[in-house]
């Protein structure tokens, strides 16, 4: 009787948790209950990075060689509308609001070629795609309402700086490590020494980023962010889902580019690979970032209503922009992942403090060195330093800003080769490349 009564008591105290559980969710207290990635993934660290470097990137003030203002792109016959320029900020000033669906990887190598083109319906995204970060974000550099909005519930101002200034907005995630291969049998018959999965593919899935500084015919332009209200602002998701040129009947056939902002692993950059999830316990990152902080552009296009707009984009790098209401195909992803136990650290001598280059890093056998992002890249000051790199052979390029200052390195000024080593861990190692 006594071991039946203990059993109902066991019951009841259950049954009251679910209760009490439940009535949180329903009273709408989702947000301050606990996110269930940081209940049971103690090993992956997922970061998002808005910069072109990985480390230690430009300050705001720092932009344009030093002068913080925003890049505008040529205007004229031929070209971008004549803008409207008044009161435009300096790029450290302007607003910024991201509101990001969730982070995707994938190991389905041939699924995913053609820039996701295969992928059809939603089985073969199911398929395809290993949901490590369904959990929506919002980042804002200030808020967009007296009241309390997503941004500050989720402390998003704090992650919209580290987004920016190197450190990594950190955003919840599941660890897929426990889906890996793994099996001596497997690690024999593909010829790696380790057990895990690699993976070709990373995306960032972006709902909305509203740039603070647009006007439509000299007035501010009104839009919405998180449902609400914001002036002197747009979305610039649309601008960039498509290379300027693009034909209406095109875009059926294409993928937005920012829904999702695809990484797409290269054979060169896979030979020594960073997107392998090793199995076991180590703890490791996942970082993914974008080159956005560092090319901000100030661009114009003709409505239908025959008005300019004028609003802060992306500099073209790769696609030249003259007035199309598109402008995409200028922003780049890379990711890697960090084993930091076993990561070393390097410095880099020879930085001339010009803030027209960088120090991009490359695994060896990458011979591309303007069209991707680097693994790695800091700028070219003195003592420059990389925080993470796993054990391999490596480029450290010096790269130049020089025939378009757009923000962009466009030029290779020169190279050398180095190591890390295997053994000892945790190692700081130092490489001279004078840069410029």
Same mark, same amino acid.
């Given at each position: ?185 497997? !690690? /024999?018959?593909? $010829?790696?020494?380790?057990? *895990? %999965? ?5 995306? =960032?899935?972006?709902?909305?980023? &509203?740039?603070?500084? !647009? /006007?439509?015919? $000299?007035?501010?332009?009104? *839009? %919405? ?5 914001? =002036?002197?602002?747009?979305?610039? &998701? ?6 300027? $040129? ?191």
């Amino acid at each position: 009787m006594k071991s039946l009564y203990l059993q109902l008591l066991l019951i009841l105290l259950n049954v009251f948790v679910i209760i009490g559980c439940k009535t949180k969710l329903d009273l709408g207290d989702e947000s301050k209950l606990p996110v269930i990635s940081t209940l049971f993934n103690n090993r992956m660290l997922l970061l998002l990075k808005g910069t072109y470097a990985t480390d230690n990137p430009l300050d705001w003030s720092e932009l344009n060689n030093g002068t913080g203002e925003l890049y505008v792109d040529d205007q004229g016959e031929g070209l971008d509308p004549t803008m409207t320029l008044v009161n435009r900020p300096k790029a450290g000033s302007i607003p910024i609001f991201l509101d990001i669906g969730e982070v995707r990887i994938s190991s389905k190598y041939l699924k995913g070629l053609n820039e996701l083109t295969q992928i059809r319906d939603t089985v073969d995204s199911n398929k395809f795609w290993d949901y490590i970060a369904p959990n929506r974000q919002v980042f804002c550099t200030v808020t967009y309402s007296f009241d309390n909005n997503t941004c500050t519930e989720s402390n998003g101002i704090l992650k919209a700086s580290d987004f920016f200034n190197g450190i990594g907005a950190q955003f919840p995630s599941n660890d897929p490590s426990s889906e890996t291969i793994g099996g001596i049998e497997t !690690a /024999l018959a593909t $010829g790696r020494y380790w057990f *895990g %999965r690699e993976y070709y593919y990373a995306a =960032i899935y972006f709902r909305s980023l &509203v740039t603070g500084y !647009a /006007l439509d015919a $000299g007035i501010p332009v009104s *839009g %919405r962010f998180d449902n609400r209200p914001i =002036i002197n602002g747009l979305n610039i &998701v649309p601008r960039n889902n498509y290379v300027a $040129g693009t034909t209406s009947s095109a875009k059926s056939t294409i993928v937005p580019k920012m829904f999702p902002a695809l990484f797409t692993q290269l054979n060169t950059q896979s030979v020594q690979s960073d997107m392998v999830i090793r199995d076991g316990f180590d703890p490791y990152i996942l970082e993914v970032r974008i080159n956005l902080k560092e090319n901000l552009m100030l661009h114009s296009y003709l409505t239908s209503r025959s008005t300019i707009v004028t609003y802060v984009g992306v500099s073209d790098i790769f696609f030249d922009h003259k007035g199309e209401g598109d402008a995409g195909g200028n922003i780049l992803t890379r990711a890697r992942v960090i084993y930091p136990e076993t990561a070393s650290s390097l410095t880099i001598s020879g930085g001339g403090n010009s803030l027209l280059h960088y120090y991009g890093i490359f695994r060896f056998h990458e011979t591309d060195f303007l069209n991707v992002l680097p693994l790695a890249a800091t700028p070219a000051k003195q003592n420059a330093k990389i925080k993470y790199l796993n054990p391999g052979t490596y480029k450290a390029v010096c790269l130049g800003d020089l025939t378009k200052q757009d923000g962009y390195p466009d030029t290779v000024v020169r190279e050398t080769t180095f190591n890390i080593p295997e053994y000892p861990f945790r190692q700081t190692y130092n490489v001279d490349l004078t840069c410029p």
